[in-house]
Structures are given as C-alpha cells and as structure tokens.
C-alpha cells in the first residue's frame, strides 16, 4: 500500500521536472544560439540616401528582407568600398552581415547603373579617348570648340554640355572646401556678381557653370548646399561633379592645374566664355576679371 502510494507521488513530480527543464530551454535559446544557427548573411537591394565619408558609413533605403526585416532606412557600414565612387541616388545590391556595434557591414557590392550614370560613364569614356589622341594638343585655344562632357549637375541629374548648345556658356572650376579667399570664393563671387548684372541688361541666353575639381568630397548634395548657402539662383548656374578621369580630362583640356593635397587642391583660375556654337570665344586667367569683362561678348 505504501509502496504504490510512493509510486503515483513520483510520476506527476518527474513529469514536473521535465515540463520545468523543457521551459528553461525555449527561453534560453535565443541569447545561447551561435551565428551558425541563423542566416549570417542576407542580400539586400536599396537606394543610397546619405554618405558619412569619415565613418565610412552609407545611409541606406533597403527593401524588405524576407523572414528578417522589413523596408526601412539605415546605416550600414562599407569598409573596402571607395566613397567617391558612389552617390545619393545610386541602387546596389550587397550582403548584409551580423551587426558589429550596432551596425550591420555590407560586403559585395553591385551598383546598379541607372541611365544617367550609364551616360555620365560612356561621356567619360568619349573624352577620355580623346584626351589620349590630342595627345600634345591637348590644350583648346580661343577659337577651338569646347569639349563634350556629361556631369552629374547640383541636383544629381546628368547634364550635357550639348544641352547648353545655342547659349552663352561661362565656365570656371572651383572647389567647395577652398580656403583661400582670392581664389574659389573670388570666382564664385564672380560668377554671381556677372549673373546679377546680365539679368539686369537683359540677356538670357546665358549659363553659368562651375565645375570641382574635389570630386571625392563634392558630391551633388554638397554642391547644393554650397549654392544654397550663398543664395543662388541655379535656374541658370549649374555646378558640376562627376568621375575623377573625366574632371582630369576637362582640366586638361582647358588649360587648368590641380594638384591635391591634404584636404586641398593647388590650383590654377580660369573663366571661359563659350559661343552659342560651342567655340571658347575668350579666357580670363585669375580670379580679378570684372563682369564688364566678359559682358562685351554677350
């Protein structure tokens, strides 16, 4: 009697003791699981939003992760991918991996090349090819026609210079992070000041563009900013950036210098002025031309 008594006791507390101990596993699985228990790695698809260059860091828009996250916006680290190859506006594709720090890292890499990369990359190509067999003829002189390029403008859009066919062209190069004030910032001054007084003889058939040389650093954000910061009007002045070689190029062909250092360029000045047929009509060197200067041929 006593014994079955002892024997119906146990059963209930065994099976006590095995609910007890499976429970105790369902909720220590998830901070005990080793990577290896979990996709490590997932290929993602997005639009980049913002750049930290310092971080090496992309803000990014990613779709949806099936199973693991939804379409959201965040950052994601990139060591080993060149920021000055890429801008906001860009799709890529990559594989995302465990966070470190709170941020997940992207390795493998795809931009994928929407139409206007696809014409900035061909037009850099085209120049690039004639560049090499000017050869020592690089230089256009007063009287030759002016290089074709496609740049990415202040906005992220591709801009032809064919676009501005049947127009007065006023062209300089600058950098935005220029320090010394007689140069970039006098030349911007310039261009502004000639705008101002163009628009108050009325003359229309009139582009202003400034091109950087500080590809790396001046995205089209960036040049936004600089525009924007200064007040402006880029109805009619356009400020452009594009593929290091293809800025070369143009440097070489107008005659400029731009030699980079530590977080600046020495470099020459030049301000073209440009026909409505594509030919360089006249070239003022330095930054201490006046708006009367360049207004005589317009």
Known sequence: MNFSVSLRLCVPLSLLLLIATACTRTETTPSTASPSTAAAVHPIRGEIVGLDRPRQVLLIHHEEIPGYMPAMTME?????????????????TATMGLPVDGIFPLTDFKLLNSPADQAVAAAALALRQETFTRGKNVYREIGEAAPSFTLYNQDGRAVSFDTFRGKRVVLNFIFTRCPVATMCPAATAKMMALQTAAKKRGITNLELVSISFDSAYDTPPVLKEYAVARGIDTTHFSFLTGPEKAIRDLLAQFGLIAEPGDNIFKHTLATLLIGTDGKILHREDGSAWSPDDLLKFL
């Open 76 to 92: 994601f680290s990139v060591a080993g991918l060149d920021l000055a190859t890429v801008r906001e506006g860009q799709r890529l």
